[in-house]
């Protein structure tokens, strides 16, 4: 029986050809202009894109700012094969597992996590490596899907069944009380109907 990492990682790879395009990624850009907003406004030189995919948001902060130290780490091939595609050598790309980051501690400035944060099966295990390689003073940027009560309870339910590696939609009590056992200023807002941004400072 395939882990919930080894799903996410399946459907990925099946998914990255055309994610920049089809529904599947519709949600993620969805966020990308909320993100590239957010991180327009904290001061910083190095980023690492937790779950990167197709990279795409690297390759717009890098449009805006071509001196940035960047990297990104996906456990999908499949979409870091398509990030390699558009983005140049200087973005430094990683086959790797969030829960066990390969940088050594107080690295970046920011890190942030663009709509893969509910897949993880143990986000208290990620956070740890967040804060691991921020830099003191560093900023975790994060934002995913949310749905109101009912509709997070139903799909919460269905998501124990998923083939996508899907894990759990949280609420704002939820996601304020994981990040706030590893950042303080944490901060959380509801985005559209279906989407959450939330920050922390090391």
Same mark, same amino acid.
């Not at 599947?24 to 202009?33: C, E, T, V």
């Not at 967040?130 to 309870?153: A, E, I, M, N, Q």
């Not at 069944?161 to 704002?172: A, Q, R, T």
């Given at each position: 029986?395939?882990?919930?990492?080894?799903?996410?990682?399946?459907?990925?790879?099946?998914?990255?050809?055309?994610?920049?395009?089809?529904?599947?990624?519709?949600?993620?850009?969805?966020?990308?202009?909320?993100?590239?907003?957010?991180?327009?406004?904290?001061?910083?030189?190095?980023?690492?894109?937790?779950?990167?995919?197709? *990279?795409?948001?690297?390759?717009?902060?890098?449009?805006?700012?071509?001196?940035?130290? !960047?990297?990104?780490?996906?456990?999908?091939?499949?979409?870091?094969?398509?990030?390699?595609?558009?983005?140049?050598?200087?973005?430094?790309?990683?086959?790797?597992?969030?829960?066990?980051?390969?940088?050594?501690?107080?690295?970046?400035? =920011?890190?942030?996590?663009?709509?893969?944060?509910?897949?993880?099966?143990?986000?208290?295990? %990620?956070?740890?490596? =967040?804060?691991?390689?921020?830099?003191?003073? *560093?900023?975790? !940027?994060? *934002?995913?899907?949310?749905?109101?009560?009912?509709?997070?309870?139903?799909?919460?339910?269905?998501?124990?069944?998923?083939?996508?590696?899907?894990?759990?939609?949280?609420?704002?009590?939820?996601? %304020?009380?994981?990040?706030?056992?590893?950042?303080?200023?944490?901060?959380?807002?509801?985005?559209?109907?279906?989407?959450? =941004?939330?920050? *922390?400072?090391?």
């Amino acid at each position: 029986m395939k882990t919930i990492k080894e799903k996410s990682k399946t459907a990925f790879d099946q998914q990255a050809a055309t994610y920049d395009q089809d529904v599947k990624g519709q949600h993620a850009r969805s966020l990308y202009p909320i993100l590239l907003n957010k991180l327009s406004h904290i001061p910083f030189q190095s980023a690492l894109d937790l779950g990167c995919g197709t *990279g795409e948001l690297l390759k717009r902060i890098l449009q805006a700012d071509s001196r940035k130290a !960047l990297y990104g780490i996906d456990l999908s091939e499949g979409m870091l094969a398509v990030a390699k595609s558009k983005l140049p050598e200087q973005v430094k790309l990683f086959l790797g597992d969030s829960e066990l980051l390969p940088f050594p501690d107080g690295t970046f400035d =920011v890190v942030y996590c663009n709509d893969s944060f509910h897949h993880y099966p143990a986000p208290q295990n %990620v956070l740890r490596e =967040v804060h691991r390689v921020l830099k003191s003073g *560093g900023t975790f !940027l994060l *934002g995913d899907c949310w749905h109101p009560f009912v509709g997070r309870v139903i799909m919460n339910c269905f998501m124990r069944y998923s083939k996508e590696g899907d894990v759990k939609i949280y609420s704002e009590a939820e996601m %304020v009380a994981l990040l706030s056992a590893y950042f303080h200023d944490v901060s959380w807002e509801q985005v559209g109907n279906t989407a959450c =941004v939330a920050m *922390g400072q090391k």
